[in-house]
């Protein structure tokens, strides 16, 4: 029989022999650094927020306060676990058909997500708050059982998030119902039907007062847990991950795209890409959603006031398509990238059918928000300036950032807030594809005005324009040479 130690030792292999091992070492300092910076955030609001409390409040308790907000805590918390955290899960289909316990696998998966760094975070506060309490002479025992309701509270939000997610994954609109609980709670208590919040606060009191209490939070726990377990087991099986869904095909005239010649391959393999899955499919109707995007701006008078906004505005409403899609270059393509590149094909054709789509949609969402200029003339300046600067220049950075991908990307899965496939690569290629035009922008604002803000982002792509050519072979090479690290990446599951 398998003993836990064996998964261990699989899942060490299965870590180091994977590509997210392979990620640059630069990568890798980031996310450390990142989770060093929000560990150092919690401690420090763990040991100020006594004292904190303790002069804004001086009449009250602390702790009083503290378990007064938790409810408000445990909905932020359970809203962000379910758009952040999924179910760590291991190769389970080879043990399958060897002699391991079901329930022993399943066991292992659910203990592993007890060890999400989400887990961990809230901990940095709870202990330090913790021994706040006692060394203002709150009592020993009664802080310890508290410190342990919280730590019981935090895994229970854990195996409550798989619960909501197991409900609603094979839908489209899989967030609705994590909206609706969340939403649905708060208004409950926002307008008094129901005072949560209050009951909550009086519940973890009561732990704290009455250690007793305690057994009522770990029977939840192993609720939530045995629940789990059993949705889990119940998809344990090999047949489950072979039944495929059978849908009808739409097929689209695309004999336009032929006026692109040697492009028109790859563009019409990427329109239908995008068509025919759900996945891919949320990057064009996120073009709606960036195109509405100004409304939350420029009805505003206090924003009419700051227009070295505008630019920032215009890069996302004229370059929606390009960041939602680009972003997974090539990892789309990962399902057939092994086939594709044993093709006799030009990987610069490959690659300027990308710019190539990417490039019309930021002239197409540019002239849909022509309207905009009924808020004034300036913006429709900036829209024309953050055109030229998509094109020109976020067109080839998001280009050269897929030559880093390495996660495949299941076109079958749910398209909504679905984070399957997404690496610190499209984290961090927000930083030159948003920030730097938004401190370009603003930058030459401060100095000079909003004209020669809107210039110098225009000139910067008309230069990213004539360079093209250029650009587009030093991005090809970088993908030559990661051409056959990304076909092992893509082929593996992990």
């Given at each position: 029989?398998?003993?836990?130690?064996?998964?261990?030792?699989?899942?060490?292999?299965?870590?180091?022999?994977?590509?997210?091992?392979?990620?640059?070492?630069?990568?890798n300092i980031l996310l450390i650094l990142l989770a060093l910076y929000f560990m150092a955030s919690f401690l420090v609001m763990g040991v100020a927020l006594y004292p904190i409390l303790k002069e804004q409040?001086?009449?009250?308790?602390?702790?009083?306060?503290?378990?007064?907000?938790?409810?408000?805590?445990?909905?932020?918390?359970?809203?962000?676990?379910?758009?952040?955290?999924?179910?760590?899960?291991?190769?389970?289909?080879?043990?399958?058909?060897?002699?391991?316990?079901?329930?022993?696998?399943?066991?292992?998966?659910?203990?592993?997500?007890?060890?999400?760094?989400?887990?961990?975070?809230?901990?940095?506060?709870?202990?330090?708050?913790?021994?706040?309490?006692?060394?203002?002479?709150?009592?020993?025992?009664?802080?310890?059982?508290?410190?342990?309701?919280?730590?019981?509270?935090?895994?229970?939000?854990?195996?409550?998030?798989?619960?909501?997610?197991?409900?609603?994954?094979?839908?489209?609109?899989?967030?609705?119902?994590?909206?609706?609980?969340?939403?649905?709670?708060?208004?409950?208590?926002?307008?008094?039907?129901?005072?949560?919040?209050?009951?909550?606060?009086?519940?973890?009191?009561?732990?704290?007062?009455?250690?007793?209490?305690?057994?009522?939070?770990?029977?939840?726990?192993?609720?939530?847990?045995?629940?789990?377990?059993?949705?889990?087991?119940?998809?344990?099986?090999?047949?489950?991950?072979?039944?495929?869904?059978?849908?009808?095909?739409?097929?689209?005239?695309?004999?336009?795209?032929?006026?692109?010649?040697?492009?028109?391959?790859?563009?019409?393999?990427?329109?239908?890409?995008?068509?025919?899955?759900?996945?891919?499919?949320?990057?064009?109707?996120?073009?709606?959603?960036?195109?509405?995007?100004?409304?939350?701006?420029?009805?505003?008078?206090?924003?009419?006031?700051?227009?070295?906004?505008?630019?920032?505005?215009?890069?996302?409403?004229?370059?929606?398509?390009?960041?939602?899609?680009?972003?997974?270059?090539?990892?789309?393509?990962?399902?057939?990238?092994?086939?594709?590149?044993?093709?006799?094909?030009?990987?610069?054709?490959?690659?300027?059918?990308?710019?190539?789509?990417?490039?019309?949609?930021?002239?197409?969402?540019?002239?849909?928000?022509?309207?905009?200029?009924?808020?004034?003339?300036?913006?429709?300046?900036?829209?024309?300036?953050a055109a030229l600067y998509n094109i020109g220049i976020n067109t080839h950075v998001v280009l050269f950032g897929g030559a880093f991908n390495r996660k495949k990307i299941d076109l079958s899965q749910r398209?909504?807030?679905?984070?399957?496939?997404?690496?610190?690569?499209?984290?961090?290629?927000?930083?030159?594809?948003?920030?730097?035009?938004?401190?370009?922008?603003?930058?030459?604002?401060?100095?000079?005005?909003?004209?020669?803000?809107?210039?110098?982002?225009?000139?910067?792509?008309?230069?990213?324009?004539?360079?093209?050519?250029?650009?587009?072979?030093?991005?090809?090479?970088?993908?030559?040479?990661?051409?056959?690290?990304?076909?092992?990446?893509?082929?593996?599951?992990?």
């Open positions: 029989m398998m003993k836990i130690s064996h998964f261990l030792n699989l899942e060490w292999k299965q870590f180091f022999r994977s590509s997210h091992w392979q990620k640059s070492v630069a990568l409040f001086p009449d009250q308790n602390p702790l009083i306060i503290v378990n007064g907000v938790l409810f408000y805590w445990w909905l932020a918390e359970l809203m962000i676990r379910f758009f952040f955290q999924k179910l760590p899960v291991m190769s389970v289909k080879p043990l399958l058909t060897l002699p391991v316990k079901r329930s022993k696998v399943v066991n292992y998966v659910l203990g592993k997500s007890t060890l999400s760094f989400i887990n961990f975070l809230p901990l940095f506060a709870v202990i330090p708050f913790g021994v706040m309490l006692i060394i203002n002479d709150y009592p020993l025992v009664s802080v310890l059982v508290w410190i342990l309701a919280m730590i019981i509270m935090t895994l229970i939000m854990n195996f409550l998030n798989f619960i909501i997610e197991s409900f609603s994954s094979e839908s489209e609109l899989a967030f609705l119902p994590i909206i609706v609980i969340v939403g649905g709670l708060f208004a409950l208590n926002y307008f008094d039907i129901v005072s949560l919040s209050k009951f909550t606060g009086n519940a973890i009191t009561a732990v704290y007062n009455q250690p007793i209490y305690l057994i009522i939070l770990v029977l939840i726990l192993a609720g939530v847990y045995l629940f789990n377990f059993k949705i889990l087991k119940q998809k344990l099986y090999l047949d489950s991950s072979l039944k495929s869904k059978v849908a009808e095909v739409n097929v689209a005239d695309l004999g336009w795209t032929k006026r692109f010649g040697d492009l028109a391959p790859f563009m019409q393999l990427d329109l239908k890409l995008i068509w025919r899955n759900k996945r891919s499919k949320s990057s064009a109707f996120l073009m709606i959603i960036g195109l509405l995007y100004g409304l939350a701006f420029y009805p505003n008078p206090t924003y009419q006031e700051m227009p070295w906004i505008f630019g920032f505005v215009g890069i996302f409403v004229t370059g929606i398509f390009m960041i939602s899609f680009g972003q997974f270059i090539p990892a789309w393509d990962s399902a057939y990238y092994k086939l594709l590149m044993s093709q006799n094909i030009k990987y610069e054709q490959y690659l300027k059918s990308k710019f190539t789509l990417m490039a019309m949609s930021v002239i197409i969402l540019f002239v849909l928000s022509i309207p905009y200029v009924y808020f004034g003339w300036k913006i429709l300046l900036a829209h024309f300036a398209a909504a807030f679905n984070y399957q496939g997404t690496g610190a690569v499209q984290w961090l290629i927000g930083i030159p594809l948003m920030l730097l035009p938004l401190a370009i922008f603003g930058g030459v604002y401060a100095i000079s005005n909003f004209e020669t803000g809107c210039a110098v982002l225009a000139i910067l792509g008309i230069i990213g324009i004539l360079f093209h050519q250029k650009l587009m072979r030093f991005i090809t090479e970088k993908y030559l040479e990661s051409k056959y690290k990304m076909i092992s990446a893509f082929g593996q599951d992990s």
